[in-house]
C-alpha cells in the first residue's frame, strides 16, 4: 500500500500540497479502477493528508483543551483552515457518486472514491475537511436521493457548501435497535380544523454522532409512523423527518464518551425529542417509508466506513513496524521477532483481503442493480470483515508498543476506540452475519433447483407455424 510520504516515484510523496500529477496506482488497486483524473485527485490528497492533515489532528486537540468554553464550547478555526484548503486543492464533495449523483461531487465512481476514502481514514480531520465526513455524506446523499426541492434548497445545499452539519437520529436506549423495526420513537399525525396536517415526534435517541455539535443544522429523524394500510408489514411501519436545529424540543441530555474519549467538539449524544412538531414538508417521500430510505442511505455510508477504517488500519500496522525495528529485546530488534513477524504478515493478509472485498462491493454499487442481492451481500459482509480486521491490526501495533500503547502518546489508544466502536455502529456484526447466510442459503438453494423449462427450445410454442389459423 502506498506510504505517505515516500512514494514519491509515483508522484504522492514530496512537493507541496497543491500538486497533482500523474503517477501510477497504489499497489492492491485493479487495474483500469482509477481514471486518470481520479489518480491525480488520489496524489493530491495523500499529499493534503499527510502534510496539512495529519499534523493539524494534534493541533486541533490542544486547541479544544485551552480553549476557555469547554471542549464543546467551539470549533477550533483549524477545521476551516483546512476545510478551504480542500476546497482550493479541488478535494471537495468526493463522495458523491457521478452516476447516482450527476455533478453534485466530483464526478468519481464509487470503486474511485474508495480508494481515495482510504487515505482519508489515516487523519481524524481530513473526512471533514474534504467534505466527507459522517454522519454529514450519508444525510447529503439521502438528500439528494430522496429528498423534496424544498428540503435540498434548506438542507442539502447548506450541507454541500459545509456552511452546517447534521445528525442522523435512529438509535434508542430501551430497545433493541439492530432490529429497526424495533424503533419506537413515534410521529402522531395531527389534523387541524382547517384540514391542515402536521407530525407531532416524541422519542428517545442516543448515539446520535455529531448531536454535540454548535454547527448542527439539520436533524434526520427515523420514527413509527406507518403507511396508510401497512398492516402488519413491518417494513412500512417506519418514516423520515427533517427537522431544522435547533429546536425547543430536540434536548441533548447528556454526552457519550466512547471509552473514555468524548469526540469533541462533534461527539455522540443521548437527545430527548419533546413535542417536536413539524409540517408535511419535514417528511422525507412519504409515510412508511422510513426503512427503504434507511437501507439506501446505509449502503455507502458502510463502504466510506469500511475504508476509512482500512486507512486508520494501516496507519496502526505502520507503526507497528516502526516501533518494532527500534527496540530490543533479548538480543535482537523485536521486528526479528517471529511473533512481532507474524502478527504483520496476518495483519498484512488480513487487511488486504478486507479492501478486496471492499472494492467488489463498492464496484456493485456503481453497476446497474445497486440494491441488488450482490451489492447488498458485500455491503453486509465489508462491516464485518474490515473491523475485524482493522481492530486486529491495531490490536497488534498497541501490543508492540506495551504501555506506549495504551496511553494517549500515540494516536493507537484513540483509534482502537473508533475501531471497536465500528463493530456496532450501522448494525452490529451478528446482525451482517445473519445477511451473509440468509443470502447464500438462498444462492445455493437457487442453485440446486432444477430448470423449469429443460427444452432447450426457446420457443414455447410446440407449433412452429406461426399463424395460428392455418
Not at 504522492?12 to 497543491?18: A, D, F, L, N
Not at 389534523?191 to 443544522?217: A, Q
Not at 475501531?419 to 452475519?433: Q, Y
Request: with cysteine.
Amino acid at each position: 500500500r502506498t506510504t505517505m510520504g515516500v512514494t514519491s516515484s509515483n508522484g504522492s510523496g514530496g512537493g507541496g500540497g497543491g500538486g497533482g500529477g500523474g503517477g501510477s496506482a497504489p499497489p492492491g488497486v485493479p487495474p483500469g479502477m482509477l481514471s486518470p483524473r481520479a489518480l491525480r485527485l488520489l496524489h493530491r490528497l495523500e499529499r493534503f493528508v499527510e502534510e496539512e492533515c495529519l499534523p493539524a489532528d494534534d493541533a486541533f486537540e490542544a486547541a479544544l483543551d485551552a480553549q476557555p468554553g469547554g471542549r464543546f464550547g467551539a470549533v477550533p478555526p483549524v477545521l476551516e483552515k483546512l476545510k478551504a484548503r480542500a476546497r482550493e486543492l479541488g478535494l471537495w464533495n468526493l463522495f458523491l457518486a457521478r452516476r447516482h449523483f450527476g455533478d453534485l461531487g466530483a464526478g468519481l465512481t464509487n470503486a474511485e472514491y474508495a480508494v481515495l476514502c482510504e487515505v482519508t481514514g489515516r487523519s481524524r480531520l481530513a473526512p471533514e475537511a474534504c467534505n466527507c465526513s459522517a454522519p454529514d455524506s450519508g444525510n447529503m446523499e439521502l438528500l439528494a436521493r430522496y429528498g423534496s426541492a424544498e428540503q435540498k434548497r434548506r438542507f442539502l445545499e447548506p450541507l454541500l457548501a459545509g456552511r452546517i452539519r447534521s445528525a442522523f437520529l435512529m438509535t434508542e436506549p430501551a430497545v433493541a435497535s439492530s432490529d429497526a423495526s424495533n424503533i419506537a420513537a413515534e410521529a402522531k399525525k395531527l389534523t387541524g380544523t382547517d384540514g391542515g396536517v402536521r407530525y407531532r415526534i416524541n422519542g428517545t435517541k442516543w448515539w446520535t454522532t455529531g448531536g454535540c455539535d454548535p454547527r448542527l443544522g439539520v436533524a434526520v429523524i427515523l420514527c413509527r409512523l406507518a403507511a396508510p394500510g401497512a398492516g402488519a408489514d413491518r417494513r412500512r411501519r417506519h418514516s423520515i423527518f427533517v427537522v431544522p436545529l435547533p429546536h425547543p424540543g430536540v434536548v441533548v441530555k447528556r454526552h457519550l464518551n466512547v471509552f473514555g474519549y468524548d469526540d469533541a467538539p462533534f461527539g455522540h449524544a443521548e437527545v430527548e425529542l419533546r413535542d417536536v412538531e413539524v409540517g408535511p414538508e419535514a417528511l422525507v417521500l412519504g409515510e412508511g417509508r422510513g426503512f427503504e430510505i434507511a437501507q439506501g442511505r446505509l449502503g455507502p455510508g458502510r463502504v466510506h466506513h469500511c475504508m476509512r477504517a482500512l486507512g486508520l488500519a494501516e496507519r496502526g500496522l505502520e507503526a507497528l513496524v516502526a516501533r518494532a525495528a527500534s527496540r530490543e529485546a533479548f538480543g535482537k530488534p523485536l521486528l526479528a521477532q517471529g511473533t512481532v513477524q507474524r502478527d504483520v504478515a496476518e495483519c498484512r493478509l488480513a487487511l488486504d483481503q478486507a479492501r478486496l472485498l471492499v472494492y467488489r462491493c463498492a464496484a456493485a454499487l456503481d453497476g446497474e442493480a445497486p440494491h441488488g442481492a450482490a451489492a447488498l451481500m458485500d455491503i453486509a459482509a465489508i462491516k464485518v470483515a474490515v473491523p475485524r480486521a482493522a481492530c486486529r491490526a491495531l490490536d497488534c501495533a498497541v501490543q508492540v508498543h506495551g504501555g506506549l500503547g495504551v496511553c494517549d502518546d500515540t494516536f493507537l489508544a484513540r483509534a482502537y476506540a473508533a475501531m471497536r466502536t465500528l463493530r456496532i455502529a450501522d448494525g452490529p456484526d451478528e446482525v451482517h452475519l445473519r445477511s451473509v447466510s440468509r443470502f447464500e442459503i438462498a444462492r445455493q438453494r437457487r442453485r440446486r433447483q432444477p430448470n423449469p423449462n429443460p427444452n432447450p427450445n426457446p420457443n414455447p410454442n410446440p407449433n412452429p407455424n406461426p399463424n395460428p389459423n392455418p
